[in-house]
C-alpha cells in the first residue's frame, strides 16, 4: 500500500476514535448517575412506606391491647400500607407486614390489658412487636445498598 494512504487512513481512524471517546465517555457517566438516582428514589420511598407503616401499626397496636374496635377506618388505612407495601417490597417484609396486621386483629378480639399488664409487657420480651418488620426493612434495605 501507499504511505499516503495509511496516513490518511491513520489519521482518519485516529480521529474517530477521538471523536468518540468524549461521547462513550458522557454515556458512561450518565448512565451511573441515573442509576444513582434511581436506587435513591426507590430507598426513599421504601423508607417513606415503612415508617408510615411502623407509625400506623404502633398506634393500632396499642389500641388493640387497650380498647375494642370502634372504628374500622384506621384498619382500613392499615390494609392500605400493607397493599402498597406489596408493590415494592421482598417477600420477607410483605410477610412480616402481615404477620403484624394479624397479631393486631387477634389483639382486638381478647379482653383490653389493665395498665399493670402493659407495664409488666413492655418489660418483658414482648416490648418490640415490630422488631421483625424493622429487620426485615432494614436488611431489605442494605441490599439494595448492595446492589447499587
Known amino acids: 500500500m501507499n504511505n499516503a494512504i495509511l496516513s490518511v487512513l491513520a489519521a482518519l481512524t485516529g480521529s474517530t476514535v477521538g471523536g468518540l471517546a468524549p461521547v462513550l465517555s458522557n454515556y458512561v457517566l450518565q448512565r451511573g448517575q441515573t442509576q444513582r438516582d434511581l436506587l435513591n428514589r426507590q430507598l426513599a420511598q421504601r423508607e417513606s412506606l415503612y415508617s408510615d407503616f411502623i407509625r400506623e401499626a404502633s398506634h393500632l397496636y396499642a389500641n388493640s391491647l387497650t380498647q375494642s374496635m370502634e372504628d ?63 429487620l426485615a426493612c432494614r436488611k431489605e434495605l442494605r441490599d439494595i445498598l448492595r446492589q447499587g
Not at 384498619?75 to 417477600?91: G, K
Open 72 to 134: 374500622l377506618d384506621e384498619m382500613v388505612s392499615l390494609y392500605t400500607l400493607v397493599s402498597r407495601i406489596r408493590l415494592l417490597a421482598s417477600e420477607a417484609v410483605v410477610h412480616a407486614a402481615e404477620d403484624f396486621v394479624k397479631k393486631i386483629i387477634k389483639h382486638y378480639g381478647e379482653p383490653n390489658l389493665s395498665v399493670e399488664q402493659m407495664r409488666s409487657a413492655a418489660l418483658s420480651a414482648k416490648a418490640d412487636p415490630l422488631d421483625v418488620f424493622s
